[in-house]
């Protein structure tokens, strides 16, 4: 499974340790600019669905 967390700066040293931890567990920071790309992407896709149901008019 894989997750995004939004995290503060000031906590964001204390939870990617903490993370690092645990054996079963990846951390890979992204940049602002992935992370708001991949926000873009998922409002896209939600739009499309909305689409797909009949909740939304395609241009």
Excluded: C, H
């Amino acid at each position: 499974m894989k997750a995004v967390l939004d995290i503060k700066d000031n906590k964001a040293s204390f939870v990617m340790e903490l993370l690092g931890n645990f054996s079963y567990v990846k951390v890979k920071p992204i940049t602002n600019e992935k992370a708001l790309l991949l926000s873009e992407i998922r409002e896209a896709i939600d739009i499309l669905n909305l689409v797909k149901q009949g909740n939304l008019q395609a241009r």
